[in-house]
Nanobody, 111 residues
Framework: QVQLVESGGGLVQPGGSLRLSCAASGSIYSINVMAWFRQAPGKERELVATVTSGGSRWYAESVKGRFTISRDNGKNTLSLQMNNLKSEDTAVYYC?????WGRGTRVTVSS
């Protein structure tokens, strides 16, 4: 089972940008769907974006047009570029692949 480690979270002002990365311990080539989830304080974990091995992408309506998910099979990484961040994007962001989860990286959007 692949191990996942997220990075790139932090504190950013509204309107700012962050890029999250997820490093896998092994090859992700054969993993069809990879995803980013997030869990805001007091809320359930929600699906943010997915990308398939064929390059198809899906986004939650709340992040569409602001977030971009991508994967690099050569480097075994999953990324999430987040632009025009809003306070409601504050959450712990988790990488998911083949039933494996990372421990998360915290994103705080605040002035």
């Amino acid at each position: 089972q692949v191990q996942l480690v997220e990075s790139g979270g932090g504190l950013v002002q509204p309107g700012g940008s962050l890029r999250l990365s997820c490093a896998a311990s092994g090859s992700i080539y054969s993993i069809n769907v990879m995803a980013w989830f997030r869990q805001a304080p007091g809320k359930e974990r929600e699906l943010v974006a997915t990308v398939t091995s064929g390059g198809s992408r899906w986004y939650a309506e709340s992040v569409k047009g602001r977030f971009t998910i991508s994967r690099d099979n050569g480097k075994n990484t999953l990324s999430l570029q987040m632009n025009n961040l809003k306070s409601e994007d504050t959450a712990v962001y988790y990488c998911n692949a083949a039933a494996s989860w990372g421990r998360g990286t915290r994103v705080t959007v605040s002035s």
